[in-house]
């Protein structure tokens, strides 16, 4: 496994080329048996830099993403985007399929409609769709003949597997919009997805809304009253949003000091990190840390 150092100090594992078909953006792969974890790799908290997504049939285990634990449960669909923050606590038997891919397969969908999906955005932050028995029939179908163009490797066979994995996409989106209640899409809703794609760019560089704004070649008051109407939400919020989860994943995955996690943060001041923190979250990072180490040991 490929391992690399992100800006927060946490591991992040490349996308590894298939061994056997050699493709380096997208694998598929049925699992029927134990899956071979070495010991190191559990509570070792880590991000993937691809789309990790994974329908399972039989089996369980428990694992955390961000802060939140999940015990693994038959006829689920799970999934994981870049930078978000997994640990493996325990790994039983899982019979599934499992599907990885990275941006750059996403990126051979000349329309870029893929890459807006509510799936592959995950705005809530989700990693786990429930699915009833229709939807277990359609996805199930659907898997097997990804998996059979995959180890087939006829004529346009990328184009086949980025026709299958759109159907996919899809359908997984409904479920996300259902189950997430994700406000219904609009024209309008194109500069607001602009907005939270560059905060989530940037918002270790840039804390105030104008500076966001200067990039979108608009003025503060008309993007936070935009953002507002929209969202529901001010545009300052969005961007303090994004900074206390980092700072959670941070104080409850890593052991840098409180200074070093500000630092990172693009807080010059400690202190003020501190307030900041309290002001949004109710406790202090100590505070915090303490408290959602405990609900994990």
């Not at 930078?83 to 325990?90: G, H, N, R, S, Y």
């Not at 996805?139 to 066979?157: C, M, P, R, S, V």
Request: charged fraction near 25%; glycine fraction near 4%.
């Amino acid at each position: 496994m490929t391992v690399t150092k992100t800006q927060v100090n946490i591991p992040q594992y490349a996308f590894e080329k298939d061994p056997v078909t050699g493709n380096t953006l997208f694998r598929i792969k049925k699992n029927d048996s134990v899956v071979n974890y070495r010991k190191s790799e559990f509570l070792v908290p880590h991000r993937k830099d691809y789309y990790f997504m994974a329908f399972i049939k039989k089996g369980g285990g428990r694992h955390w993403i961000d802060m939140t634990s999940y015990t693994i449960k038959p006829n689920k669909f799970y999934f994981t985007i870049p930078q978000q923050v997994t640990l493996k606590e325990q790994a039983t038997q899982i019979t599934g399929v499992i599907i990885c891919f990275t941006k750059d397969f996403l990126a051979l969908d000349e329309n870029h409609s893929l890459r807006e999906l509510p799936i592959i955005e995950n705005p809530h932050h989700g990693h786990e769709l429930d699915l009833n028995p229709k939807d277990i029939v359609f996805i199930e179908d659907i898997l097997e003949k990804i998996h059979l163009e995959y180890n087939a490797k006829g004529e346009w066979q990328s184009n086949m597997l980025l026709a299958y994995m759109e159907v996919l996409l899809i359908y997984l989106s409904r479920l996300y919009t259902e189950q997430f209640s994700q406000p219904k899409e609009s024209p309008d809703r194109q500069l607001l997805k602009k907005y939270l794609s560059l905060v989530e760019e940037s918002f270790s560089e840039f804390h105030d809304v104008a500076a966001y704004a200067d990039q979108m070649n608009i003025s503060a008051g008309h993007l936070s009253e935009f953002v507002k109407k929209q969202s529901g939400k001010p545009a300052i919020v969005h961007i303090h949003e994004r900074l206390i989860l980092e700072a959670k994943r941070m104080l409850l995955h890593t052991d840098d000091s409180i200074k070093e996690i500000a630092f990172q943060l693009g807080f010059e001041d400690a202190s003020y990190f501190n307030k900041f923190f309290k002001r949004l979250a109710s406790q202090t990072p100590l505070q915090y840390r303490t408290a959602i180490r405990e609900i994990y040991h």
